[in-house]
Nanobody
């Protein structure tokens, strides 16, 4: 297991940008995990947003955020990032980072460790 803490959420106008961070700590090496970002809006299920493989070789995005969001990681800092540009009101949600043992996970059930979430609100 790995302990994850998100930060960087907030209120932004439509068209604006935010960068979320996810700091990891634990006994296992950060490089052993695929890192993912999910989001959950009120009354909706938690949905996959993006994932990045162990050494940043591969990334995967849900269609609705392609070309607007960028996932990255800094293994030296044990941190994953989600750069969000051109934000839309429908991007408003609590954003969670998560860790998985597989190379590039995209399914919620593949992730075994979760952060507490950070709120992102995009005003129109």
């Amino acid at each position: 297991q790995v302990h994850l803490v998100e930060s960087g959420g907030g209120l932004v106008q439509a068209g604006g940008s935010l960068r979320l961070s996810c700091a990891a700590s634990g006994r296992a090496a950060f490089t052993m995990y695929c890192m993912g970002w999910f989001r959950q809006a009120p009354g909706k299920e938690r949905e996959f947003v993006a994932a990045i493989s162990w050494h940043s070789v591969s990334t995967y995005y849900v269609d609705s955020v392609k070309d607007r969001f960028t996932i990255s990681r800094d293994n030296a800092k044990n941190t994953s990032y989600l750069q969000m540009n051109s934000l839309k009101p429908e991007d408003s949600a609590v954003y969670y980072c998560a860790a998985a043992d597989t190379y590039l996970a995209t399914v919620l059930s593949d992730f075994h460790s979760w952060g507490q979430g950070t709120q992102v609100t995009v005003s129109s």
